[in-house]
């Protein structure tokens, strides 16, 4: 299929006047529009939870997540990929995102790279990528050579490889094990797939990065347990969420979260079993950090 015949390259008949709408009209247009996105995204479910499963299992055994796209998919897959380690208490370096172009094409276009599959495979091979690892292959056309590149390699490595696309039938779907399809169809500005398609694109990592998280340990029943405190408001989010958890008032989740150095996990541990930081560490460390298993050890 031709760039030009791709779904999210067709015009949208609600819109099609909409340089002449009020700012209301605009804003309802695009808001309409934005209302079939959670629907495609439901439709994608099973693939969605497939690739939890699958992920998570690597990510158990040591590997990394490794996103890659070019353009606003390459950029929500960064964000994902940043926004775990303040979030879940995971190092840097078990969650990766991969721009086309480099760290540079975060903000400004890099003309060109996206059209190049041996750069998405030399960024991988950069990575000394393993067969642990999970690639995320991100392109809302489907189509993205930088991201077939990087697939195709990480097939050949034995990594387990996602595809997050907007159209039935991808190109990257046919080139990874799970394909994850939310056709989200044409957007209200032609061809702009920040829009919709990129709307989509950032509820399936949500759910996939959460979905794997939730699977390491991470969530304490709804709460983000491995937070890392590294500022005022996590700090007092961090206390909140030792007293909820460990049912004690403010003073003693504050005191558990100084003898614990910052560790969530280890204060709530420690005032669950009334023990120390360093059998609350060992604790976790057996139990994989998994706070519900060790609070369930009798």
Do not use: W
């Amino acid at each position: 299929m031709e760039i030009k015949e791709l779904p999210t390259e067709q015009r949208n008949p609600a819109s099609m006047r909409i340089d002449q709408m009020t700012a209301a009209e605009i804003v309802k247009t695009i808001n309409d529009a934005d209302q079939t996105v959670a629907e495609a995204v439901k439709r994608a479910s099973g693939p969605l939870a497939e690739a939890i499963d699958q992920a998570a299992d690597r990510y158990q055994r040591g590997g990394r997540l490794i996103y890659m796209g070019a353009g606003t998919s390459g950029r929500l897959g960064v964000l994902d990929a940043v926004e775990l380690v303040p979030t879940y208490g995971i190092s840097p370096d078990r969650a990766v995102g991969l721009l086309a172009g480099g760290p540079g094409a975060m903000f400004k276009a890099v003309e060109g790279a996206e059209d190049r599959a041996d750069l998405g495979q030399k960024d991988l091979q950069s990575l000394k990528l393993k067969q642990d690892d999970v690639v995320i292959g991100l392109a809302a056309s489907g189509r993205t050579p930088y991201v077939l590149g990087g697939l195709d390699y990480a097939s050949q490595v034995g990594a387990l490889t996602i595809a997050v696309a907007c159209v039935s039938g991808s190109l990257i779907g046919q080139h990874a094990q799970i394909a994850i399809e939310a056709v989200t169809g044409p957007e209200v500005i032609t061809g702009s797939t920040r829009m919709k398609a990129g709307t989509a694109q950032k509820m399936i990592l949500n759910a996939l990065s959460t979905g794997i998280m939730i699977k390491q340990g991470k969530v304490y029943q709804n709460v983000m347990i491995a937070v890392k405190p590294t500022n005022q408001k996590l700090v007092d989010r961090a206390i909140r969420i030792i007293m909820t958890v460990a049912d004690v008032d403010q003073e003693a989740a504050s005191a558990a979260l100084a003898k614990s150095k910052s560790d969530v996990p280890a204060a709530v541990v420690m005032l669950k079993r009334g023990c120390g930081l360093a059998e609350a560490a060992q604790l976790l460390k057996k139990h994989h950090g998994n706070v519900a298993d060790v609070i369930k050890l009798r």
